[in-house]
């Protein structure tokens, strides 16, 4: 935001003496070409989520290239389901309640986690793989949408690409 506002500082101090930017000259279409031309980018970019598969607020693809001033509030159930050679599987709670809100639903989040675990069968050999499922809803919706439902999430490789969808988020 401060970018965005801040053709008001550079003209105010480096513009001619006796003109003063405003919000009034930016409606009247009086401000400088610069100023419409950051805010044509900053605008922009808040499309940028809308090319992304599911819901950005959910699913967190697109939404690092624009400005978030408010975030929905969201609640989410994260587990890994580990198998293992000797032993019936186990499912692991993966959220992380100590989070801000701001990242406790975000999928990187519980991305790197199960890589973490995947990374483990090096050296836990009874380690087969990892089930990985991630439901998430704001909370004020009624229940949960499945962004993450990845069987064998350690023998199948995935990666979190930032400018593209990732196949593995629905």
Not at 21 to 36: D, H, I, M, N
Not at 144 to 167: G, K, L, M, W
Request: glycine share 4%; charged share 20%; hydrophobic share 40%.
């Amino acid at each position: 935001m401060t970018t965005m506002l801040a053709w008001f500082w550079i003209e105010d101090r480096y513009g001619e003496a006796g003109t003063r930017p405003t919000l009034k000259k930016l409606f009247r279409g009086e401000a400088p070409l610069s100023g419409y031309a950051l805010l044509f980018v900053f605008a922009a970019f808040q499309l940028i989520p809308l090319f992304y598969r599911g819901d950005p607020v959910l699913n967190g693809q697109g939404r690092i290239m624009s400005l978030h001033m408010f975030e929905a509030r969201q609640d989410c159930e994260v587990l890994a389901t580990v198998h293992w050679s000797a032993a019936p599987p186990t499912v692991v709670d993966l959220r992380m309640p100590e989070l801000p809100p701001r990242i406790i639903c975000d999928p990187i989040v519980y991305y790197s986690r199960v890589q973490n675990l995947c990374r483990s069968r090096d050296v836990d050999t009874h380690l087969l793989d990892v089930d990985f499922m991630m439901k998430v809803k704001r909370t004020t919706d009624p229940s949960f949408q499945t962004i993450v439902d990845e069987a064998s999430f350690c023998t199948v490789p995935h990666r979190y690409r930032v400018f593209a969808n990732n196949s593995w988020i629905k």
